[in-house]
């Protein structure tokens, strides 16, 4: 059910096999993962708003996920860049913290896997192991066996390195959201 909701969201766009992966983990395992993530097609009116209705942003963003605070999680579909390949963003639903978060599935999938969540209003990761310890565990272990990922040890260099190899992201950011 997910996953076909989430390609038709994609498309034209072809759907990366490990969010297609991660769409079938969510229907069989239906509960918060990492904090209050979890993955949700049906956000388009949501992005829209997001970027006041402007299609030269929404139109280059495709959401898979959201969070406890509305903030929205996707990839960013730049000029020439794949679905498989695009990095993975963060719009805060507070209007802060916007930011790339990883440049691949791996990365992204490392730090959900560590039960790290991104606090936008101090910029920095922190620990999401409030109440879904049991939850986390069986997915690091089923990321673990079935695409050899790994907990990150450190999500905050991963964000980093993200940001560099994507320095464009928040001068785009700036101009859509300007006009």
């Not at 909701?5 to 766009?13: L, T, V």
């Not at 959201?66 to 990839?75: E, P």
């Not at 986390?136 to 050899?148: E, I, P, R, S, V």
Request: proline share 4%; hydrophobic share 40%.
């Amino acid at each position: 059910k997910t996953l076909k909701a989430m390609a038709k969201n994609y498309s034209p766009h072809k759907l990366p096999p490990l969010l297609a992966e991660l769409c079938n983990y969510w229907d069989k395992h239906p509960a918060f993962f990492c904090g209050s993530f979890e993955i949700d097609a049906d956000q388009l009116d949501s992005l829209k708003a997001w970027f006041k209705g402007n299609e030269a942003g929404w139109s280059k963003i495709k959401i898979f996920g959201a969070d406890g605070i509305h903030s929205l999680y996707g990839v960013w579909l730049y000029d020439g860049c794949k679905s498989d390949k695009a990095p993975i963003i963060y719009l805060g639903g507070e209007g802060e913290g916007t930011t790339i978060l990883a440049s691949t599935w791996e990365e992204f999938l490392s730090i959900l896997a560590a039960n790290q969540e991104w606090e936008p209003f101090d910029k920095k990761f922190f620990d999401a192991t409030d109440n879904n310890e049991a939850e986390n565990a069986a997915f690091a272990d089923w990321l673990k066996a079935a695409h050899g990922i790994t907990r990150a040890k450190n999500p905050l260099a991963i964000m980093k390195k993200a940001k560099s190899e994507h320095p464009d992201f928040g001068k785009w950011l700036k101009e859509v959201i300007r006009n």
